[in-house]
């Protein structure tokens, strides 16, 4: 059966298919601890994450029953550099993580803090000689063939630049249902001005096949959305009849790694 997030076949079952997921020592996502003999040390080399994305104006808007994820047509030409990263990655999807209540949700943790849900933007590396897609970065065992900016999602004022998408969710309510985007879709208007605080580790995909090979920034502010947003994911399907609730991972061990922050 194709895993998921139930008791059948969430986390707990994933290492039957994925060994990484209880043999690897870069697994994600991790609880970013910020005090203490672990926590994460400030490091004043890093500088602010530069994104550069035009607004989409093809894209496909899917519930693959795990999750709902945005994915531009290949011609995008979304990019990402600056921050811990030395070379430019190309977007790739974004999607996110939910709970079925404000108080869980998010997959990367903060001194065991959980928020309701967190956005991931992921981009593959676009100037190695290794690989030309993100499927084959995915496959090609470089620490670093793949970098996701991760977004806590907090409960507040109404976010109209992620109204698009949320209102689109009841669109795609049952599994394996999706949806030409209508229009265009601007991504660098949901995200925060300053890119310049975050948590940088080295870590792996929170989903089946776990590869370990993700440079993780996870940015400290959260980015707010209204109770009526956060009800919209609620409502999407897994494709066993059931709304998904609670497609997050639970932190992996830290093992040998070490957390940078862009903050002190
Ligand atoms: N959740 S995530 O961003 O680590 C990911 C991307 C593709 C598969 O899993
Ligand atoms: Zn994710």
Redesign the pocket.
């Known amino acids: 059966a194709p895993w998921g997030y139930s008791k059948e076949n969430g986390p707990a079952t994933w290492h039957k298919d994925c060994p990484i997921a209880n043999t690897g020592v870069r697994q994600s996502p991790i609880d970013l601890i910020t005090t203490g003999q672990t926590c994460a040390k400030y490091d004043s080399n890093l500088k602010p994450v530069i994104v550069s994305y035009p607004a989409f104006s093809e894209a496909t808007f899917l519930n693959n029953g795990h999750s709902v994820q945005f994915q531009p047509s290949a011609g995008n030409l979304s990019e990402l550099s600056g921050g811990p990263l030395t070379k430019k990655y190309k977007f790739e999807q974004f999607?996110f993580?939910w709970g079925n209540n404000d108080s869980e949700g998010s997959?990367h943790r903060v001194n065991g803090k959980m928020y309701p849900a967190e956005l991931?933007l992921v981009h593959w590396n676009s100037e190695s000689p290794n690989f030309s897609s993100f499927q084959e970065a995915v496959g090609s065992n470089d620490p670093h063939a793949l970098c996701v900016l991760g977004f806590f999602l907090k409960v507040g004022a109404e976010n109209a630049s992620l109204k698009p998408i949320t209102d689109l969710l009841s669109k795609v309510k049952n599994a394996g249902s999706s949806v030409s985007f209508p229009g265009k879709f601007d991504l660098k208007a949901v995200l925060p001005e300053t890119l310049t605080d975050y948590y940088t580790y080295d870590g792996s995909l929170?989903?089946p096949p776990l590869a370990e090979c993700v440079k993780w920034i996870v940015f400290k502010e959260p980015i707010e959305v209204s109770t009526a947003q956060m009800e919209a994911f609620r409502a999407v399907d897994d494709g066993h009849g059931k709304p998904i609730t609670g497609n997050y991972r639970p932190p992996c061990p830290l093992h040998t790694r070490t957390v940078a922050a862009s903050f002190k």
């Open positions: 999607h993580h997959e991931h929170t989903t």
